[in-house]
T-cell receptor
Framework: SQQGEEDPQALSIQEGENATMNCSYK?????LQWYRQNSGRGLVHLIL?????REKHSGRLRVTLDTSKKSSSLLITASRAADTASYFC??????????FGAGTILRVKS | DAGVIQSPRHEVTEMGQEVTLRCKPI?????LFWYRQTMMRGLELLIY????????DSGMPEDRFSAKMPNASFSTLKIQPSEPRDSAVYFC?????????????FGSGTQLSVL
């Protein structure tokens, strides 16, 4: 079963615009992670936010976490064509088992 | 470090044949995970190991699936006999657990097609 569910399922934007993806989960967590997957490749870790953190930045990425609502958002600012990929949230609600959501497909048009 | 290495990259086989997927985790990582990715079911955790010991295999779909980790640098996932519904991309990932669930490093995956 999938712990995290991303929204929207797909997102298409113009280069330079911001992209926001959301993730909702069901059980309490220690941390939440975001990964990117380019077509035909393995997943690449982007950022980890712990349950006692509310916001975290990494370059053009900004992640927020609201444990009361069991939700997180990933913001990519000033998007580039190279940001085109699928983005997944993952939660550790089941101990050491990291469970992934269904993902958001992001397309950045140049 | 070369990262997590999986082989083969692609595997095409006929129904009923045995399939063995291989994984070499990053040196020093003590956790190893096998995931399966399909369009219908997304990323599913099949099994994971800690210090070469299988900890949770509840995601293994059937007895046709088995996984081993004979040492810290090698793991296999075997399907016998294979069926068309096993067609998927199989990923291996490894991590170091420093008291929390740290980030996973994924291999490039094995694209399995069972005809």
């Amino acid at each position: 079963s999938q712990q995290g569910e991303e929204d929207p399922q797909a997102l298409s934007i113009q280069e330079g615009e911001n992209a926001t993806m959301n993730c909702s989960y069901k059980t309490s967590i220690n941390n939440l992670q975001w990964y990117r997957q380019n077509s035909g490749r393995g997943l690449v870790h982007l950022i980890l936010i712990r349950s006692n953190e509310r916001e975290k930045h990494s370059g053009r990425l900004r992640v927020t976490l609201d444990t009361s609502k069991k939700s997180s958002s990933l913001l990519i600012t000033a998007s580039r064509a190279a940001d085109t990929a699928s983005y997944f949230c993952a939660t550790d609600g089941n101990g050491n088992k990291l469970v992934f959501g269904a993902g958001t497909i992001l397309r950045v048009k140049s | 470090d070369a990262g997590v290495i999986q082989s083969p990259r692609h595997e095409v086989t006929e129904m009923g044949q045995e399939v063995t997927l291989r994984c070499k985790p990053i040196s020093g990582h003590d956790y190893l995970f096998w995931y399966r990715q399909t369009m219908m079911r997304g990323l599913e955790l099949l099994i994971y190991f800690n210090n070469n010991v299988p900890i949770d295999d509840s995601g293994m779909p059937e007895d046709r699936f088995s996984a081993k980790m004979p040492n810290a640098s090698f793991s296999t996932l075997k399907i016998q006999p294979s069926e068309p519904r096993d067609s998927a991309v199989y990923f291996c990932a490894s991590s170091i657990n420093r008291g929390g669930n740290e980030k996973l490093f994924f291999g490039s995956g094995t694209q399995l097609s069972v005809l």
